[in-house]
């Protein structure tokens, strides 16, 4: 797997109402996700109803993509699991279904120390036999690793990426300055310009690219060439757009999003929440406040063009 860069979508997993995997508008939702140009799939993550899916589900649904990528990108999978045993399951999964690599998310209930860490990690990546990538998301797993930590697992583990969902993005600059090969990821993709502004981002990977995933490969793009004044407006007719998914659960408002666009992905796995009818409809509300109504008329991913001023 090369080093990873540019825009990377967590994808949500298509379930009904009672937990079980759907087609629902998966297939259609990668084409157009791959046609708007981005860099690859995250599955399995949180997003995706992670460790809230059984084994086999995560092993199908990782397959299921695997199948309609057609190796076109890309596609990392969450192997953590509480079961150790069955993380290293998932992690040999991963390598014989076809995965680019594999990721993981620190242990949840008995975080030990950075060694311990290391360990538990590099075992999963020598099952995979595949790149690793360490799942940074102290919000939601209570461990926040500090630079030097980090840096630790990324040379003892080693890791190839991380995706990196904290604040403190001077913490991810003196990774750099110690580990230059290792692929950051902002997974808060409304700060992508801002990091890469400071050197300390390759990409991106989060749940908004999921429905607007050209406006950031647009940024992406525009830093490239220079165009800072195109990615500063971009990025912040992108941030209006998440500041309406922020107003919810991040990821119930990632299916209603998807579902209001014409992406049938159903409903998250309990006990994740779910917007409510009355809910479903604020949001639509307040959506309506920042972009155009033609993506939810034409049934379409949210493009730069639908940005209101």
């Known amino acids: 797997m090369q080093k990873l860069r540019g825009v990377l979508v967590a994808l949500p997993a298509p379930l009904n109402g009672y937990g079980e995997l759907i087609e629902g508008g998966l297939e259609r939702h990668i084409d157009d996700c791959i046609r708007a140009g981005v860099s690859g799939f995250w599955v399995n993550g949180a997003t995706g109803c992670c460790v809230y899916l059984d084994i086999a589900q995560r092993k199908r649904q990782l397959e299921r993509v695997l199948q309609i990528v057609a190796g076109r990108v890309p596609v990392l999978a969450l192997v953590s699991a509480l079961a150790f045993k069955e993380g290293l399951d998932l992690a040999r999964h991963a390598r014989s279904a076809g995965a680019s ?52 697992l990324c040379e003892h583990v080693p890791l190839s990426a991380i995706k990196f969902s904290d604040v403190d993005t001077f913490k991810a600059v003196e990774i750099l300055q110690r580990c230059p090969d290792v ?84 409903a998250t796995m309990q006990p994740m929440p779910n917007l409510q009818p009355t809910q479903v409809d604020k949001l639509k509300t307040e959506l309506l406040k920042v972009i155009k109504p033609d993506p939810l008329e034409e049934g379409r991913l949210i493009e730069s063009r639908d940005f209101l001023a």
């Open 183 to 266: 692929s950051i990821l902002t997974g808060m993709e409304e700060v992508l310009l801002a990091g890469l502004a400071l050197d300390c981002y390759h990409g991106t990977v989060g749940a908004s690219q999921n429905f607007m995933p050209g406006p950031y490969v647009e940024i992406y793009n525009a830093f490239q060439r220079g165009d800072l004044a195109e990615a500063n407006r971009i990025s912040q007719g992108v941030c209006r757009v998440v500041a309406v998914q922020g107003l919810f659960d991040f990821t119930a408002a990632t299916y209603a999003f998807l579902n209001l666009l014409g992406y049938d992905y159903g």
């Open 101 to 152: 690599g594999v990721s993981a998310l620190p242990p949840l209930i008995y975080p030990g120390a950075a060694a311990n860490n290391a360990a538990y990690l590099r075992a999963l990546r020598e099952a995979a036999e595949l790149p690793m990538a360490y799942y940074h998301v102290p919000g939601l797993t209570k461990v926040s690793l500090d630079a030097s930590q980090l840096v630790e």
